[in-house]
């Protein structure tokens, strides 16, 4: 069987060039301070205002996550997105995709990712 959305792009996931941050409604995480995965944490932890038990695994993540999905939608536009977990092993990346994903199909409310990689002008 031919897998006729290969190299598609989920619903749930926006890839953008354009540098606008005319998102509506979308809450805004900086790339570069999460070049690491503990920056990553840190910094949704800020900008989502979520607890402190939040943890350093992608399991407590997903948990935090769809907590904060269970009260409503929510819109993440991740500027200079081409930094996002640079500086870890490129399995990371994957990982937090997988767990966006996840929750993106299951949980309560929508989520919605907007990755901006606009260059540098």
Not at 40 to 68: I, K, N, Q
Request: proline share 7%.
């Amino acid at each position: 069987m031919v897998d006729e959305d290969a190299g598609r792009t989920p619903d749930w996931l926006v890839v953008r060039r354009d540098g606008a941050l005319d998102v509506p409604g979308a809450v805004v995480l900086a790339g570069a301070a999460a070049r690491r995965r503990a920056g990553l944490f840190a910094a949704l932890a800020a900008v989502l205002a979520l607890p402190a038990y939040l943890g350093d695994t992608w399991d407590a993540l997903a948990d935090v996550l769809r907590d904060r999905l269970d009260a409503g939608p929510l819109t993440l536009l991740i500027t200079d997105a081409g930094q996002l977990l640079v500086d870890e092993p490129s399995d990371q990346y994957g990982l937090l995709l997988a767990v966006l994903g996840d929750l993106a199909t299951s949980a309560p409310h929508p989520l919605r990712v907007v990755l901006d990689e606009a260059a540098p002008s």
